[in-house]
């Protein structure tokens, strides 16, 4: 049974730092692409960045480019993204993905999913 849960969220201030840790059980380590999601009320999901098995592969939002970095320990199986510069418009719920077919932006993609974690920017 492949699980994913997020960890990490919580409320930070504009122009700081927070970092968002997901951890897959139930999937052998270099086996699968992941990716974070996130959602705003009222907004559909939105993809915001992804990481090959290998690690050597990242793709991102071009909104969140130069701020967040994705990345994955194989040895622990867990993905990780660090959030730097963030905005308010950063505030979402975001969620960690495992497995895809198709565009990695897109939700639908998607095979696994974690409960998400809330992320709350104050300007």
């Known amino acids: 049974q492949v699980q994913v849960a997020e960890s990490g969220g919580g409320s930070v201030q504009a122009g700081g730092s927070l970092s968002l840790s997901c951890a897959v059980s139930?999937?052998?380590?270099?086996?699968?692409?992941a990716g974070w999601f996130r959602q705003a009320s009222g907004e559909e999901r939105e993809g915001v960045a992804a990481i090959s098995a290998s690690g050597d592969s990242t793709y991102y939002v071009d909104s969140v480019k130069g701020r967040f970095t994705i990345s994955r320990d194989n040895a622990r199986n867990k993905v990780s993204l660090q959030m730097n510069d963030v905005k308010p418009e950063d505030t979402a719920m975001y969620y960690c993905?495992?497995?895809?077919?198709?565009?990695?932006?897109?939700?639908?993609?998607?095979?696994?999913w974690g409960q998400g974690s809330q992320v709350s920017v104050d300007s």
């Open positions: 139930g999937l052998a380590s270099e086996a699968y692409f």
């Open positions: 993905a495992a497995i895809y077919i198709g565009p990695w932006a897109r939700a639908q993609s998607w095979r696994y």
